[in-house]
């Protein structure tokens, strides 16, 4: 494994801890070698690297620059909002703080490259400069362009590394620009996964068991989520939960043994609708009864056509003609759309219909829709200036919404029209 | 470019593949005509040993040799002793200058006059420039010291305001105020629709265009002697086998289709250099010659689909659901969706004919649906996504058809009930 990694401008030593520290990423680390070349060597003056998230990108350019001792700015997009932030930055890893001193304090991308010039000149390059960066989707527009020719506007041996999870097409400015060398870095196979998830195991348990733990883990999350390391993440927190029957165990015959990984197994699988649901701001909330009849009521204006009404709010209606055409055409479901705007005064009707006992509409209740906007359980669509009509859409998901009903026994799926 | 150059190495075959590299002579690669080089030349000769202003546009596409032609050019130049003595030179790029005054600062800067300028306050931008050339002129007060502006990326120019500095320097190159020449280097020929009136009339119009005219055979040929060594290479016997196995390479027919399809995508010498630099990085001490099969490698890298890479490493549910976006195109014939349609069409799935595949939670889908979003592969219809809650926002796929049946060829271990669920015609 090791031996696949040689270059004659690096030591072998070198070579060999960076092949350690980089498993199944071998291929991907001797294209970049061989592209960076010896040290004195100029080598392509930007590359482009792409490929899924945690697919090892950052982490193979900086084992790579780290152990083989080049010199290298690493910078984050995210925390370099400006330009300026960023100018700053490679500076200061590259030349140190003098340099980084005398920019001045909004740095345009002008002042960068003259003091760059100005330190090149001080202090010429024997080995490549590399710059590593992960770009955004919005940086400014001739940044890019001025980053991937940086090597013939200094005029010195320095190269940019650009990461990113998006293909390159996307990033291609419209008059076209210095087109980077494309390197993909693909995703991990199911195999590789378990390669690199065995390694992390806690010293006290041996290599069987968590490879077997982790096999099963793969067999649960592998259809879901391909992601290094949320998988990492996920196997942290269900091991415990995993080992407690092991560990309740004192001897094991086989029937036993085989039961004990049935139990983790189910207990791994809730955990993946736990560790998977995102918290919603929704999920515990104990709403006043007016407010919650408020809230069906908004509903029920959000997903129903207004002209249906009639049908479901008064005691002497007339029939509603469903054509079979608007019936099978499935699109034309409401839940499936999004909820509609209604104004104030439909939803006040519809409410005053819905609540059993007689309301007075005092400012209370008016209150209560302010507080059901604030929760951001209800979405004001209308303008803020427009006082006297003000329009709302019902924010809340179906299952909520039932839940909510379920509370004050109201059976809100009689009054939908998509449930007729 | 990569500039590899060859170190007194003898023995080790080791050490003779780290020097093996791009044939450096730039400028042999490039074919602009002598013609052009020769009007280019004759025109800075006027200004800088004659004292007559000029102005001139070199126009061509990216990677046809515009900065070359020009580095050249004034090398040609700066030979001549007058022109060495007197000739100063400002280089702005359009990149770097994104703002005229921005661009005055680095004029100020490269004519040496910050001491001259010190923290006089101009007027406006026509008095600054004229006082810098003013303080050019030499010690008997007659005539000016030429100089020659360069403006790399000038379409970028024509985008500041009121394009102020164009407008002065074409002023000044139309006036007699002092010899300057204005080279101006740019990748669109539609150029001088940017200038406003005034501008452009006061532009000469002289135009260099640099357009590629290789033939197949000049292309092959161009590869040949790229990926040779040159004669001065230390070790002769190394150099002599490796440049018998480029002729061998350069013969083989695969690799003749190969260069053929990349000759008919791009002629340009760019791409050429990004083909061969990956073909040159599978050279390695163990197998020190070029083979076909190493082109052959590069060539696919060069033309992957980087959709169809990401596809590869999308999971399962992902790939069901872009199979469900599919189908909602094809039935309402591209128009955008919303995250609750493609779940529904997912559920419908999952009822009538799914074997492997069972139901997950509301939020997991929703996760896999922005890991989708965050990849671009599919977009919002509309920038603004205050209004409607994430559910209910209309987008779009990103994806055609062709990739999509092709990713799931390629995918591993896909389960055989998705793949028919996506050749079906009707969801």
Known sequence: MTALLQHPGYEDESLQRVAEQLPCREAQSAVLLSLMGQPQQYSYPSIFIYGHRASGKSHVMHVLLRELELPHATLSCVECVSGALLFERVLLSLFGHEAAALLPRSASLSDFVRVYRQQCSLSPAEQTRFIVTELLRDADANLLPALLRLQELVEDNVTVVLLSEIAWDKFRPNTGCFEPLLLHFPDYSKGELQQILSQDRHPSYSADFYSSYINILLGVFYSVCRDLRELRHLAALNFSKFCEPVANVSTGNGKRINRLFLTGLTAVKKKQHCAYTCLSAHTHIELPYYSKFLLIAAYLASYNPARTDKRFFLKHHGKIKKTNFLKKNEKTSNHLLGPKPFPLDRLLAIFYSVVDNRVAPTASIFSQISSLVTLQLLAQVSHEDQLDAPKYKCAVSMDFICAISRTVNFDIVKYLYDFL | ?427
């Open chain 2, 1 to 427: 470019m990569s500039k590899r150059t060859a170190k007194d190495a003898h023995l080790p075959v080791g050490e003779c593949v780290t020097q093996v590299g791009i044939n450096q002579d730039l400028s042999s690669v490039y074919n602009f005509s002598d013609a052009q080089e020769l009007h280019l030349l004759e025109l800075l000769k006027r200004t800088a040993i004659h004292g007559e202003s000029n102005s001139v546009l070199i126009v061509g596409p990216r990677g046809a040799g515009k900065t070359m032609l020009l580095k050249c050019v004034l090398r040609d130049l700066l030979e001549d002793k007058e022109a060495q003595k007197s000739l100063l030179q400002v280089h702005l790029n359009g990149l770097l200058q994104t703002d005229d005054r921005i661009a005055l600062k680095e004029i100020t800067r490269q004519l040496h006059l910050e001491n001259v300028v010190g923290d006089k306050v101009f007027g406006s931008f026509a008095e600054n420039l004229g006082f810098l050339l003013e303080a050019l002129k030499k010690g008997d007060r007659s005539s000016s010291r030429p100089v020659l502006f360069i403006l790399d990326e000038f379409d970028l120019f024509a985008h500041h305001k009121n394009q102020t500095l164009l407008y002065n320097l074409f002023d000044v190159s139309q006036s007699a105020q002092a010899p300057i020449a204005v080279v101006g280097i740019t990748c669109r020929l539609d150029v001088l629709e940017l200038l406003e009136k005034r501008v452009k009339s006061r532009f000469s119009h002289r135009q260099i265009h640099l357009l590629s005219s290789l033939t197949f055979t000049q292309y092959l040929e161009r590869v040949r002697t790229q990926l040779s060594l040159p004669d001065g290479f230390p070790d002769s016997r190394f150099a002599q086998d490796w440049n018998d196995g480029v002729k061998t390479l350069c013969g083989d027919k695969s690799v003749e289709e190969v260069l053929q399809r990349h000759y008919n995508s791009s002629k340009d010498v760019r791409s050429l250099h990004m083909l061969l630099m990956l073909c040159l990085s599978r050279v390695s001490v163990a197998k020190p010659a070029i083979k076909p099969a190493d082109l052959l490698e590069a060539s696919r890298l060069c033309f992957a689909d980087a959709k169809a890479n990401m596809l590869h490493g999308l999971s399962i549910l992902e790939l069901c659901l872009i199979i469900a976006m599919k189908h909602l195109n094809d039935v309402y014939e591209g128009e955008p969706f919303n995250h609750q349609m493609v779940h529904n069409e997912f559920k419908k799935f999952l009822q009538r004919k799914s074997n492997s595949m069972y139901n997950f939670e509301q939020p997991v889908i929703l996760k896999a649906f922005e890991h989708l979003q965050q990849l671009e592969l599919i977009r919002p219809v509309d920038g603004s996504s205050a209004k409607t809650q994430r559910e209910y926002q209309l987008m779009r796929l990103m994806l055609d058809h062709s990739q999509i049946m092709e990713a799931l060829q390629k995918y591993p271990q896909c389960p055989t009930d998705v793949k028919q669920w996506a050749m079906s015609a009707f969801g």
